[in-house]
């Protein structure tokens, strides 16, 4: 397989971090409420891996090394795996496993109707990101993993909804979401390897 030892360091990249929060949730190092820390580094974390999965075409395309596409589908599969630890720990910790409070929830809390939701459409993209699906689907497939705009949107408006008055941060992500999604315009997209050509034709000028 090529770039098996690319592969396995993102693998290890991205199991270490829920690991490592366990271990400081064990070492009682998460402060007075290590539950609710774990919820909200797992969600957090589930968007950072989100937008690095989308960037990984257009880093692709800017440097022209195939080994971004090659761990594109294991990131998004970890964006997932993040997501379902993160509705995990929230069901956990903050429900204590009480299933009756989630009507609560939703009423008190419309943000989880939202990152419900994007749950279940990063859960179709999960399932149909194999081979079967592609030669299933043909050209239904790239339509229906676009959704992943449309998720990100949720979990940008997820997390906003959550922080509300503190908009750094989510500011820094919604504008690397906004950045990512104007480089993966068709438009750029086209012009992006005709740049590249263009600089290194003149370098070599030079």
């Known amino acids: 397989m090529r770039y ?10 991205a199991a270490i971090w829920p690991l490592y929060w366990l271990y400081e949730a064990w070492a009682s190092v998460l402060g007075p409420d290590p539950g609710k820390v774990l919820v909200d580094r797992l969600g957090l974390g589930a968007l950072v891996l989100l ?16 080994g971004w596409i090659a761990v594109r589908r ?5 964006c997932f795996a993040y997501v379902v630890l993160h509705l995990s720990a929230y069901g956990v910790f903050i429900l204590g ?14 943000y989880i109707f939202v990152g419900s939701l994007g749950f279940l459409l990063l859960l179709l993209l999960a399932v149909t ?13 790239k339509k229906l993993h676009r ?8 979990g940008l408006l997820h997390m906003l909804w959550i922080v509300r008055a503190d908009l750094k941060e989510w500011s820094v992500y919604a504008s690397i979401g906004g950045l990512l999604l104007l480089l993966r315009a068709p438009p750029v997209m086209r012009r992006i390897p005709r740049l590249i050509a263009k600089k290194a034709s003149s370098a070599t000028k030079s």
């Open 4 to 13: 098996s030892f690319w592969r396995i360091g993102v693998f290890i990249a």
């Open 51 to 66: 937008l690095i999965t989308l960037g990984m075409t257009p880093l692709q395309k800017l440097t022209g090394w195939s």
């Open 74 to 78: 294991q990131l998004g599969l970890w």
């Open 97 to 110: 496993l009480d299933w009756s409070q989630l009507g609560v929830e939703l009423r008190k809390r419309p």
């Open 129 to 141: 990101s194999n081979r079967y699906s592609q030669r299933r689907l043909g050209a239904r497939w």
């Open 147 to 154: 959704l992943v705009y449309l998720i990100l949107g949720l």
